[in-house]
């Protein structure tokens, strides 16, 4: 989802991007084979090397802790030891799982951090390992958009397949999160790197609200009625949960010099991008 954003954005705007994954499109690399990855890294020479791989699936990071850690982490240490030894900036893309029973607060980039789950743990290391190279960029985000593939919908996806379809569907309302479109993301991303910003910086939606306040301001932009949806809760759900994953953004706002965009925003954002892919 976020790879194919950031190929198109980053093209659109002149430069010389390829990208890699376990299918290309450009180069071929599993980025569990540390060799691979650092190989690739240095016979290209990029000027900057943007991480969007991981496993972002919480059940699967913890039945399968190892191999979250060796794309969650490891992965990233590689990439940033490789970066170090060609000169290229790095560009980690991390989570915003870090925070737990504060409602609706926004966090800022020194809020103290609470990992629940494994999935939060091994994207911590992997910020720890990114900013070995002290130019690295580390973007903690709360992002949804399209993939287009059926057996793994995004939030985004699930979504207007539950507002169309007027599906029965539960809505968690106490888990809060700034969730910004991919498209918004991408574009503040790509601002921030040509800024030449470092560190950790929080980019999302400028709002925060629950899941289910998300799903009815999209069902209300749409005209369509929720009949069958009912409310619960993100506590008792295994693995546990970090349920307040509000972002304060206002150091990216300074260095963006520009509003980073509030809910009502960010779901007409998805609805153009969804009416757009019919």
Not at 41 to 53: D, F, K, L, S, Y
Request: one cysteine or more; a neutral charge.
């Amino acid at each position: 989802m976020l790879g194919l954003q950031l190929l198109r954005e980053l093209r659109a705007r002149g430069h010389r991007v390829e990208g890699a994954s376990r299918h290309g499109p450009d180069h071929v690399v599993d980025v569990c084979c540390g060799d691979e990855t650092a190989s690739l890294i240095r016979r290209t020479a990029p000027a900057v090397v943007w991480n969007a791989a991981a496993i972002v699936n919480l059940a699967l990071c913890e039945r399968d802790p190892t191999a979250a850690y060796a794309v969650n982490a490891r992965a990233v240490s590689v990439m940033a030891q490789a970066c170090l030894e060609t000169g290229a900036r790095l560009l980690q893309v991390s989570t915003d799982h870090y925070y737990v029973g504060h409602g609706a607060l926004r966090h800022n980039e020194q809020a103290e951090v609470h990992l629940v789950n494994e999935y939060a743990r091994t994207k911590f290391a992997g910020e720890a390992f990114a900013l070995i190279n002290r130019d690295a960029l580390v973007l903690r985000t709360n992002i949804t958009g399209f993939r287009g593939t059926a057996s793994q919908p995004t939030f985004a996806e699930w979504g207007f397949d539950s507002v169309l379809g007027d599906r029965p569907v539960t809505l968690f309302d106490d888990m809060h999160a700034s969730t910004l479109d991919a498209r918004s993301f991408c574009k503040a991303a790509c601002d921030l790197l040509e800024s030449g910003a470092t560190g950790i910086v929080n980019v999302a939606s400028s709002d925060v609200a629950t899941k289910k306040v998300f799903i009815e301001i999209l069902a209300q932009r749409l005209g369509r009625t929720l009949s069958k949806a009912s409310a619960g809760s993100v506590r008792g759900l295994e693995p546990r949960r970090a349920d307040s994953l509000g972002l304060d953004v206002r150091r990216a706002e300074t260095l963006l010099g520009y509003r980073l965009p509030g809910l009502t925003a960010v779901v007409d954002a998805l609805i153009a991008e969804y009416k757009g892919l019919k």
